[in-house]
């Protein structure tokens, strides 16, 4: 059974910080994997996917990563704003269901003036 | 908006009483998936369809809980006989299936639940 662990459940970072926050699992049988942004009382925003046969992948500010034999992801910020404070889950699809999501428990970033 | 919407975005009720969740997905998407999140926990798993087949169900999805997809477009979740227990953000995601945008999901607002 897939089990996801996210670390540090919380963290607060001034402004402008670079930033990385650390998903790891348990079975490396993984089909993708995707990060999510949450903001409180909301739905969650996909933020990236990496397919099983990536290492990383990059959308503006982010850059997330996977190594399957380590069993880590890792989402990385770059210079972070105050609009960035949120709830980030990492999830992922095991290959042999390629359908259902297994979460982290997140982590909750404050980005401070 | 093309997203994933759902209705009613809050939902309070007593003990006991039945409740109905409807998700509407992004039109493209055959795939429909319904999860639950409880305070501090990341979502977890409850059922999916692909077009009207639910083909996997959590065991978490006692009976009280049914869901359908009757015309393989929106979808319905409801729960029976509600316990304090219930209460959770059910959130609903759709996708196209793995052999395309590899099963990337994406998701609706929510439907928070409050049992009282």
């Known amino acids: 059974k897939q089990e996801v662990t996210q670390i540090p459940a919380a963290l607060s970072v001034p402004e402008g910080e670079n930033l990385v926050l650390n998903c790891s699992f348990t079975?490396?049988?993984?089909?993708?994997l995707q990060w999510f942004r949450q903001d409180p009382g909301k739905g969650l925003t996909s933020l990236l996917l990496?397919?099983?046969?990536?290492r990383e992948q990059t959308s503006g500010r982010l850059n997330a990563s996977l190594d399957k034999s380590s069993g880590r992801s890792t989402l990385y910020i770059a210079a972070s704003q105050p609009g960035d404070s949120a709830t980030y889950l990492c999830?992922?699809?095991?290959?042999?269901?390629?359908?259902?999501?297994?979460f982290g428990t997140g982590t909750r970033l404050q980005v401070t003036l | 908006d093309t997203g994933v919407s759902q209705d009613p975005r809050h939902k309070i009720t007593k003990r006991g009483q039945n409740v109905t969740f409807r998700c509407d997905p992004i039109?493209?998407?055959?795939?429909l998936y319904w999860y639950r999140q409880t305070l501090g926990q990341g979502p977890e798993f409850l059922t999916y369809?692909?077009?009207?087949?639910?083909?996997?169900k959590s065991r978490l999805l006692s009976d009280r809980f049914s869901a359908e997809r009757p015309k393989g477009s929106f979808s319905t979740l409801e729960i029976q006989r509600t316990e304090q227990g219930d209460s959770a953000m059910y959130l609903c995601?759709?996708?196209?299936?793995?052999?395309?945008?590899?099963?990337?999901?994406?998701f609706g607002p929510g439907t928070r639940l409050t049992v009282l």
């Open positions: 995601a759709s996708s196209f299936p793995p052999d395309r945008n590899h099963n990337e999901q994406f």
């Open positions: 079975d490396s049988a993984i089909y993708n």
């Open positions: 990496i397919q099983s046969s990536q």
């Open positions: 999830a992922f699809i095991n290959t042999g269901t390629a359908s259902k999501l297994t």
């Open positions: 039109s493209e998407h055959n795939r």
């Open positions: 369809f692909q077009n009207e087949a639910q083909l996997e």
